[in-house]
């Protein structure tokens, strides 16, 4: 299974911008990025995910590079509320095997938001 | 919406004892599966479920049995609890598809092995 790298932790100020990154050196061409995160004393939740093209919703963008070895979670205007561990995992699509249906996390990235 | 329910949400036991934690979803989502994290660890899959009748190993299934008789629960049982087994177990569910793969999260059980 392909794996991803991310910082242990990163820091940010309350209204700025934050970009949280993740390395996917040996991703698959069938492998979508995920982006979940997870606040204190609760259970994960999604925040976005993509295949090739960057994406947004209304929690976050998503640029991914043009060789998809490497991706970027952006907050537009980072919020107290936002302070949580972000994870990066990548799933595969294809229907062969069990590979399709895992979904492994990391450690994720810590982030802190200063008010 | 309820979405996914874990009960017991708390449960303290002594070495060898047996609990079942179950995990309940109102989504009719065929993927199910059992995480737990550690301090500084992560998340780390257990055991997982794509469909009723049928459970598959994760990262680190020993000590844990599953079961999903029922599409909507998948259970998670304990025959003889030790403390390397202290820690918080969250479920998950999602769709059958390539194009979501959205994982609900359940709030988490806090299991303590004394």
């Known amino acids: 299974d392909a794996k991803t790298t991310q910082p242990n932790s990163m820091e940010s100020n309350e209204e700025e911008p934050v970009h949280l990154p993740c390395n996917h050196s040996t991703i698959s061409g069938t492998d979508y990025i995920h982006w979940y995160r997870q606040l204190p004393s609760q259970g994960p939740e999604y925040v976005i995910h993509?295949?090739?093209s960057n994406v947004n919703n209304r929690m976050a963008s998503l640029a991914i590079a043009e060789d998809r070895k490497s991706s970027t979670l952006i907050l537009h205007r980072a919020t107290l509320r936002d302070a949580a561990v972000y994870y990066c995992?990548?799933?595969?699509?294809?229907?062969?095997?069990?590979?399709?249906?895992?979904?492994?996390f990391g450690k994720g990235t810590l982030l802190t938001v200063n008010p | 919406n309820a979405g996914v329910t874990q009960t017991p949400k708390f449960r303290v036991l002594k070495t060898g004892q047996s609990m079942t934690l179950l995990c309940a979803q109102d989504m009719n989502h065929e993927y199910m599966y059992w995480y737990r994290q550690d301090p500084g660890m992560g998340l780390r899959l257990i055991h997982y479920?794509?469909?009723?009748?049928?459970?598959a190993k994760g990262e680190v299934p020993d000590g844990y049995n599953v079961s999903r008789l029922k599409k909507q629960n998948f259970l998670l049982g304990l025959e003889s609890a030790a403390p390397s087994q202290t820690s918080v177990y969250f479920c998950?569910?999602?769709?059958?598809?390539?194009?979501?793969?959205?994982?609900?999260f359940g709030e988490g059980s806090r299991l303590t092995v004394l």
């Open positions: 995992i990548l799933r595969d699509v294809r229907n062969s095997g069990g590979s399709n249906y895992k979904l492994t």
């Open positions: 479920s794509v469909g009723e009748g049928t459970t």
């Open positions: 998950a569910s999602r769709q059958q598809g390539a194009s979501t793969g959205e994982l609900f």
């Open positions: 993509g295949l090739t």
